[in-house]
């Protein structure tokens, strides 16, 4: 059973940078898709940025190109999302999400199987 769990997150100022991890448990690192998604209060998840442990190919949701890097650490089993340039509209949960895969996959939250419980960003203007 895989286990996620995120960290990292906390209060910036706008144009200030955060970095979230993602811890994971019981899995293989060459073999899984992960990804980052966002939760604004009241609306609905979305994708922000994946990663294909196996090639380590990337894929952004287009708001975030540019100001968030998502990177692997396989010998820490730990993912992680530098985001700089931080704007007010990025406030959200922020949630680790994991899938058994042999190939890159997008921002969809129905191809992800595990999900961390998620960590807190707030970004004040």
């Known amino acids: 059973q895989v286990q996620l769990v995120e960290s990292g997150g906390g209060s910036v100022q706008a144009g200030g940078s955060l970095r979230l991890s993602c811890a994971a448990f019981?899995?293989?690192?060459?073999?899984?898709?992960m990804g980052w998604f966002h939760q604004a209060p009241g609306k609905e998840r979305e994708g922000v940025a994946a990663?294909?442990?196996?090639?380590?190919?990337?894929y952004y949701a287009d708001s975030v190109k540019g100001r968030f890097t998502i990177s692997q650490d396989n010998t820490k089993n730990t993912l992680y999302l530098q985001m700089n340039s931080l704007k007010s509209e990025d406030t959200a949960m922020y949630y680790c999400?994991?899938?058994?895969?042999?190939?890159?996959?997008?921002?969809?939250?129905?191809?992800?199987?595990?999900w961390g419980q998620g960590t807190q960003v707030t970004v004040s203007s």
């Open positions: 999400a994991a899938a058994y895969c042999s190939s890159q996959r997008g921002l969809s939250i129905w191809q992800y199987d595990y």
């Open positions: 019981g899995y293989t690192p060459s073999s899984y898709c």
């Open positions: 990663i294909y442990t196996g090639s380590g190919s990337t």
